[in-house]
Nanobody
Framework: QMRLVESGGGSVQPGGSLRLSCAAS????????MAWFRQAPGKERERVTS???????TYARSVMGRFTISQDNAGNTLYLQMDSLKPEDTAMYYC??????????????????WGQGTQVTVSS
């Protein structure tokens, strides 16, 4: 059974940094693509970044150069380092996983497995 548990959210001032973590367990083939999504109030859920088991990464244009996705060597923990945070980064952040082909798709419906989310608030 796939289990994804996020942690590391919180409140930070503009320009600050946060690191999110996602602890993953379950079928390794069903998490060969792992991604971070976010959803702000009144907005659709959007993919922020993804990484596959071959190390290929994608980033949304809005976070490129500010956010970095990574995994531990065992592939059991996914990280999202967020630097130079902006108020528009405020959202609930979700960890998601599925087979490797999911990384080619940015729709939330392409991912079967989700964490419960962690809130990130950027405000002065």
């Amino acid at each position: 059974q796939m289990r994804l548990v996020e942690s590391g959210g919180g409140s930070v001032q503009p320009g600050g940094s946060l690191r999110l973590s996602c602890a993953a367990s379950g079928d390794i083939y069903s998490r060969r693509c792992m991604a971070w999504f976010r959803q702000a109030p009144g907005k659709e859920r959007e993919r922020v970044t993804s990484i596959n088991s071959e190390g290929r990464k994608t980033y949304a244009r809005s976070v490129m150069g500010r956010f970095t996705i990574s995994q531990d060597n065992a592939g059991n923990t996914l990280y999202l380092q967020m630097d130079s945070l902006k108020p528009e980064d405020t959202a609930m952040y979700y960890c998601a996983a599925d087979g490797i082909n999911a990384c080619y798709l940015d729709s939330p419906s392409s991912y079967r497995y989700w964490g419960q989310g962690t809130q990130v608030t950027v405000s002065s």
